[in-house]
């Protein structure tokens, strides 16, 4: 969301480009992210929920899909990030999407199930073409500005 958020504001054809078609495939993961724990909660016995310390989540969800971060703090807003400074923003969104890629290093080494690994995996593999995007997108704003002090100025508000 935040991707989508900060195209509005973005200066440059290219870069906002960027943003959206990165944005709609974040989209996308959240739905693989979404049906992997759909698949592995839907069928889960009591004795499970409660051995596997799923029972808080549960008794406020039952097993529908309710964003959430590992230690249980739900998604909100402030997930969105978008400062409205091209500079702040895409320096954020690399953050980001290294941010993802260590999360998905984490479930990969506590994970074993295939089915969940390789999609696990993929989900990875697009959080480094992404962060690769994002430098492209930094680039072609330096590229823009003067590249010799490029902090000069906000370009979506400050004009030569």
Known sequence: MR??????????AEAKGLLTDIGTEELAHMEIVAAIIHQLTKNLTPEQ?????????YIDHTTGIW????????????????????IT??????AAEQKA????????RVVRDPEVCDPIR??????????????EALRILQ???DSKNFYAF???????
């Not at 991707?3 to 440059?12: F, G, K, V």
């Not at 890629?101 to 990969?108: A, E, H, K, P, Q």
């Not at 990875?124 to 995007?133: G, L, P």
């Not at 906000?154 to 030569?160: A, I, L, R, T």
């Open 67 to 86: 964003p959430q971060a590992a230690g249980g703090i739900p998604f909100n807003a402030c997930e969105f990030q978008s400062k409205g400074d091209a």
């Open 3 to 12: 991707y989508l958020s900060q195209r509005y504001t973005m200066p440059y």
């Open 101 to 108: 890629r260590t999360t998905y290093d984490n479930i990969l």
């Open 89 to 94: 923003d895409l320096h954020e969104n690399m």
């Open 143 to 145: 590229d823009h500005l």
């Open 122 to 135: 993929y989900l990875r593999e697009r959080e480094i073409v992404h962060f690769q995007r994002f430098g």
């Open 49 to 57: 929920i409660e051995e596997s310390g799923f029972g808080p989540y």
């Open 154 to 160: 906000n370009p979506e508000f400050d004009k030569n």
